[in-house]
């Protein structure tokens, strides 16, 4: 994105204009203003909005001026502050982006996008690849003689049912899709299904809401022991009351609410790679309709991914 900004090849309305397309020049929030690169992105009041509200430690001995290479170079040398945080350096370069990519939504969707949500969604973004990083790291660091990763299904105690739920969303249209498989001490399949979430402004979302709609279908069938299972540590960490997420408040307290009706529940993190049947649920199978949901007679393609998502004793 930084490279695109200092040679010029954002496809603002000015640039546009430059290379041929007889089209109007100003910005399609304030029309009195020329969409240049360097307004879109730091001069406009939505982009001022948002980048307040960030709060980044950048602003503190700058402000964004008319010279878009100047305030691009202030980025860049704020990423070699040794004395900022990862995060810290890592949200002026994401907000750029999702400044762009909100600026496309209204032109191209007519979809007006909040600066708050944006921030929001920055923090949570850039905390699930700090996660991602650390997890990776830390997988690299251990001898694999000593190294315990949960990237495989394993099985949940007797009596116990394990549920694992992922989600799908699309960054562009905000669709959402959920994705849940329940199975017992023997690794067997009882339920699976997928669902269409509605309202979601972000991945983070998306896994809260198809956390909810596994609980629920666990519920309806009248199991009370259970251990939920996803691939957001973000999310598994807030609904385990470690982190606090202001975006996901409402949506924590309607997970402790269904909680409250098990005998007993866990919520747990595994990787990507150990929760391919729910994510594949997630993704795949909600092609027609609202939701899907079976408990018997699997599809040929839901038998190979159990076969293949094999579990530790």
């Known amino acids: 994105m930084l490279w695109r900004v200092v040679s010029q090849a954002i496809p603002t309305c000015s ?7 007889r089209i109007e020049s100003h910005c399609p929030r304030c029309p009195t203003a020329e969409e240049t690169i360097n307004h879109v992105l730091f001069q406009c009041p939505f982009a001022k909005m948002v980048w307040q509200l960030s709060n980044t430690p950048i602003l503190q001995t700058h402000r964004f001026d008319d010279d878009t290479e100047d305030n691009v170079s202030h980025i ?4 070699q502050n040794k004395n900022l945080t990862l995060s810290q350096k890592l949200v002026p370069i994401w907000l750029l982006w999702r400044i762009w990519k909100a600026r496309n939504k209204l032109v191209f969707n007519k979809f007006l996008e909040s600066p708050s949500k944006i921030v929001l969604q920055v923090e949570a973004e850039i905390q699930e690849y700090i996660n991602s990083l650390n997890n990776s790291q830390t997988s690299t660091n251990i001898p694999p ?3 315990f990763v949960a990237d ?9 049912f394990k ?9 562009e249209t905000h669709k959402a899709t959920g994705g849940w498989i329940i199975r017992d001490n023997h690794g067997n399949p009882k339920a699976w299904g ?4 509605t309202h979601v402004s972000s ?3 998306a896994e809260a809401k198809a956390l909810l709609v596994a609980m629920q279908q666990v519920w309806i069938r009248g199991l009370k022991d ?3 299972e996803g691939d957001s540590e973000i999310l598994i960490n807030a609904v385990n009351g470690r982190t606090i997420h202001s975006d996901l408040i409402n949506l924590i307290q309607d997970i402790d609410y269904w909680s409250s009706k098990f005998s007993s529940i866990q919520f747990m993190f595994i990787r990507r790679s150990g929760n391919s049947v729910a994510h594949n649920l997630a993704k795949f199978s909600c092609f027609h309709g609202d939701f899907f949901s079976r408990s018997v007679d699997q599809p040929l393609w839901l038998k190979r991914l159990v076969c293949k998502d094999s579990f530790i004793t």
Request: charged share 20%; with cysteine.
């Open 15 to 21: 640039r546009l204009i430059t290379r041929g397309m």
């Open 76 to 79: 860049i040398n704020s990423y």
């Open 145 to 147: 003689n000593h190294r």
């Open 152 to 160: 495989k299904w394993v099985r949940p105690p007797p009596t116990v």
């Open 163 to 171: 549920c694992n739920f992922d989600a799908g969303f699309d960054v």
């Open 194 to 197: 997928s669902s269409k979430l």
């Open 203 to 205: 991945p983070l979302e």
């Open 226 to 228: 259970l251990q939920f």
